[in-house]
């Protein structure tokens, strides 16, 4: 497994690649790699000739200069891990690498046609435009054949499908299942942050999530809305920012069922911001 630093280099790799026409199956990730991250690239291994794998903590996408700092970074366990799921290269650039000044300077702008006002838009002003910032560049570079997200990040996944299609880039955007513990709590690099106590309080954010289901055929969305967040603030140390009930294609929020819905939170449990969803399929 190759680790590249520098543009040029991954240049003189990608046209080798192209010249023998091998598939690219590429996994963008901001590193502190986990088993939900390996399920991507175990995907992309089998599904692609070869594999490439970004690791790179994207400034542009941080509204939080504290976030930021505080995001793991361990270049050397995300390697072992990615070596043992048979990842074949990892482009891992600094910062400068990939921005210049002015790109750090300025707003990256992109008609995201409603998909960012809402939700992780709402309250991180900016962060879609550093994502599709930074994605479309690695792209750019990569060009893959296939992509792998998480459903985690719905938002991100929904907003990827946009920007693919308005700049009619030839990827094919593959969505993957939410990875979770055994307990239900989705996997995240914050998980990391978290202490004892507060990986138990925040496992109640999925068990409540899972146990809304129950519900959805008797309560409006509103109605639903309101019974999660109340349920989850009632755990000691977890403060819902906000749960919104929206249409999984345009995420709206819906005030009746529609027939393919999404609840997606974000919880802090104490400094640590955790995000989910849940589908509901009536
Ligand atoms: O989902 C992430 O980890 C990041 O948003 C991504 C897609 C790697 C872009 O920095």
């Not at 690219?24 to 000739?49: I, W, Y």
Request: charged content about 25%; aromatic content about 8%.
């Amino acid at each position: 497994m190759k680790i590249i630093r520098s543009k040029q280099e991954l240049q003189i790799e990608i046209e080798a690649i192209k010249r023998s026409g091998k598939t690219v199956g590429f996994v963008p990730t901001m590193g502190a790699l986990h088993d939900g991250h390996k399920a991507l690239v175990s995907r992309a291994v089998a599904e692609n000739d070869l594999s490439i794998v970004s690791v790179f903590v994207n400034p542009t996408q941080f509204n939080n200069a504290a976030d930021l700092e505080k995001y793991p970074r361990d270049l050397k366990a995300d390697a072992d891990m990615l070596e043992s799921v048979g990842c074949n290269l990892i482009f891992a650039p600094t910062s400068d690498e990939v921005y210049d000044k002015e790109e750090l300077n300025s707003r990256f702008e992109f008609d995201f046609g409603g998909l960012d006002t809402v939700m992780e838009g709402r309250f991180r002003p900016g962060h879609f435009n550093g994502v599709v910032q930074i994605v479309s560049k690695l792209f750019q570079l990569v060009q893959p054949t296939k992509a792998y997200f998480g459903e985690k990040d719905f938002q991100q996944l929904a907003i990827i499908h946009r920007m693919v299609k308005l700049l009619k880039m030839d990827v094919e955007i593959v969505d993957c299942p939410i990875v979770r513990e055994s307990s239900g709590l989705a996997l995240s690099s914050r998980n990391q942050r978290l202490t004892p106590e507060q990986h138990k309080n925040a496992i109640e954010i999925s068990k409540v999530l899972f146990e809304s289901r129950n519900f959805a055929a008797q309560l409006a969305p509103k109605e639903l809305s309101e019974w999660v967040v109340d349920k989850i603030n009632s755990t000691e140390g977890l403060e819902v920012e906000y749960f919104d009930i929206a249409d999984a294609h345009t995420l709206q929020t819906i005030d009746t069922w529609c027939n393919e819905a999404v609840g997606c939170v974000a919880v802090f449990c104490g400094e640590v911001r955790l995000i989910d969803n849940i589908r509901y399929n009536l």
